[in-house]
């Protein structure tokens, strides 16, 4: 009687299971029918795969781990100006596992306008099965936004024109958003908007104004593949759709392949953008060092020199817990 019930439970699990991949796969396709988008405000960042909770604040504390990880990314390398992001991400999980917290600290200069952001991530977990963990997250924080107009140069002229007579300083502008994560130990599938407040960046003082902020939605999703039975090759392929209202997405697809538990590489075809490489090296399961570069295939190309990304992430076993899940993603 007792095998009977083990296997009639065995069989509703599974097909729970499946039913729950194919609810996912269906509402991600609708979604993506569904978006357009017209502007491109948040960062690109490469290295998302190794740092999740920077898009979505689901994945704060998913590990059992404290974890920090800092990046730096210099987009079009060679020409003055362009875009340079800098961030700082923390998360731990308390001793109940279900709860998680983090801190996102991320400065993004592009010619001399800068943007600094400090937002805060709370998530929560449950199961949706017994091998099916569904997180669901929100960020909070606020929005520092400056652009050093008296500096700029006017063309061709240098004629004085008061929109720039002084600089714009504006402080704590509040935002917030959320994210959810489904995952098992061999695959994930994400969603998450984490800026849903479109903050008008104007000043009436001097008249000046420029685009607001953008709603950016993130749809990810990634299957573990191991290729032997002891694991020292992975394959691991992921994909990330990015999207704001009023244009097509943009599509990230990846392969990414894992070596004796130490040594990730990968490659990146980013739609109508670039050809990405990717690295991440991990020493002792708790320091990973990684590098990330772009190659431009669109009209700028002859321009510039390259995108580089480079991150250093370090993870520190403070609760001593018997039991650590292999971190694949």
Not at 29 to 43: D, G, I, N
Not at 259 to 274: C, D, H, I, K, Y
Request: net charge positive; glycine share 8%; with cysteine.
């Amino acid at each position: 009687m007792g095998n009977k019930i083990t296997s009639q439970f065995i069989v509703v699990t599974r097909k729970h299971n499946s039913l729950i991949k194919r609810i996912i796969i269906l509402g991600m396709f609708v979604l993506l029918m569904a978006l357009k988008s017209v502007a491109q405000q948040e960062p690109i960042l490469t290295s998302y795969m190794f740092n999740g909770q920077v898009i979505n604040p689901a994945y704060a504390g998913m590990w059992e781990k404290i974890g920090f990880t800092t990046l730096v990314r210099k987009q079009w390398a060679g020409i003055d100006g362009t875009p340079l992001t800098e961030a700082f991400s923390f998360h731990t999980p308390f001793k109940n596992d279900a709860v998680g917290i983090g801190l996102n600290i991320m400065n993004d200069r592009f010619a001399l306008e800068n943007r600094l952001s400090v937002l805060a991530d709370y998530s929560y977990e449950v199961y949706l099965t017994p091998r099916t963990r569904m997180r669901m997250g929100i960020k909070f924080g606020f929005i520092n936004y400056k652009n050093l107009l008296t500096q700029y140069k006017l063309y061709p002229d240098n004629k004085f024109d008061r929109a720039y007579e002084s600089d714009v300083n504006l402080k704590f502008l509040p935002n917030f958003g959320f994210g959810v994560f489904i995952y098992q130990d061999d695959y994930y599938m994400g969603f998450s908007i984490p800026r849903l407040v479109e903050n008008d960046l104007k000043e009436n003082f001097h008249n000046y104004s420029t685009s607001a902020e953008v709603r950016t939605i993130y749809l990810s999703g990634g299957y573990v593949f191991p290729l032997d039975h002891m694991n020292y090759v992975v394959f691991k392929p992921t994909i990330l759709v990015r999207a704001t209202w009023g244009t097509p997405p943009q599509t990230d697809l990846a392969a990414n392949f894992l070596l004796r538990e130490q040594l990730w590489l990968g490659v990146m075809f980013r739609t109508g953008s670039a050809l990405c490489f990717t690295g991440n090296w991990i020493f002792n399961n708790n320091l990973r060092v990684g590098f990330a570069i772009d190659v431009s295939y669109n009209e700028i190309y002859p321009y510039q020199n390259g995108t580089f990304e480079f991150t250093v992430g370090y993870d520190i076993d403070f609760f001593g817990r018997r039991y650590l899940r292999s971190r694949y993603f």
